[in-house]
């Protein structure tokens, strides 16, 4: 099993510039969650899909972010325009179901960099 | 409002020398509760969970949590501690009925040979 897929795996782009970041899922899995990691604020949900549908996306930012699921093995976070505070490192999750007491299987992560 | 607190910033301890994490929550429900590490440059790996039964979880790599309801606490332990171990360690709870991971703000182990 190859795991959750992130690419890339790291990105620098200048403020103002489009980033789109990208997940695999595990295959199977019906559940993907969007989280970013900074030292200030920690681990934070953005956004948390099920089945393909968006459940809760109380935790994006603004609307410069934006996320879809086409498809159960593909989803895509974009930031446009993207702005020096959105420097961060950007995981992709995939859990089997909704329920909650399963796990979360993390990707290795997308780490941006906005000059 | 449900929350997870993980009261060190860091640990400190010797190869060999039993290890605890401490972590501790506030939810309404039944609660489900998770360990996951963060080696550096890499994602969050789950280590072990708490859904009902034995109030004591064996995980990987050696590790255990004890859950203690009285105490709405769920710390980690190793009976002996490796250099390997140095890592980000973060305390994670669900509860029923909600969808969402609520998770600490991370304990960094570190081992000292």
């Known amino acids: 099993d190859a795991g959750v897929i992130q690419s890339p795996r790291h990105e620098v782009t200048e403020m103002g510039q489009e980033v789109t970041l990208r997940c695999k899922p595990i295959?199977?899995?019906?559940?993907l969650f969007w989280y970013r990691q900074t030292m200030m604020r920690g681990l934070e949900l953005l956004i948390y899909?099920?089945?393909?549908?968006?459940?809760?996306d109380s935790g994006m930012p603004e609307d410069r972010f934006s996320a879809k699921m086409p498809n159960a093995s593909f989803s895509t976070l974009k930031i446009q325009p993207s702005e020096p505070r959105d420097s961060a490192v950007y995981f992709c999750?995939?859990?089997?179901?909704?329920?909650?007491?399963?796990?979360?299987?993390f990707g290795p992560g997308t780490r941006l960099t906005v000059l | 409002a449900q929350s997870v607190a993980q009261p060190e910033d860091q640990v400190n301890v010797a190869e060999g020398n039993p290890l605890t994490v401490k972590c501790t929550y506030s939810?309404?429900?039944?609660?489900?509760l998770f360990w996951y590490v963060q080696y550096p440059n890499r994602g969050l790996q789950f280590l072990l969970k708490?859904?009902?039964?034995?109030?004591l979880v064996k995980g990987s790599y050696g590790f255990e949590a004890e859950f203690n309801k009285s105490q709405t606490s769920f710390h980690l332990k190793k009976p002996s501690a490796l250099v390997s171990d140095s890592a980000l360690y973060f305390c994670?709870?669900?509860?029923?009925?909600?969808?969402?991971?609520?998770f600490g703000a991370g304990t960094r182990l570190f081992v000292k040979a």
């Open positions: 899909f099920n089945n393909n549908v968006p459940i809760d």
């Open positions: 295959s199977g899995h019906n559940s």
């Open positions: 999750a995939s859990s089997p179901d909704s329920r909650e007491f399963n796990e979360q299987f």
């Open positions: 708490y859904i009902t039964g034995d109030n």
């Open positions: 939810v309404s429900g039944n609660p489900y």
């Open positions: 994670a709870v669900t509860y029923t009925g909600g969808f969402k991971t609520i």
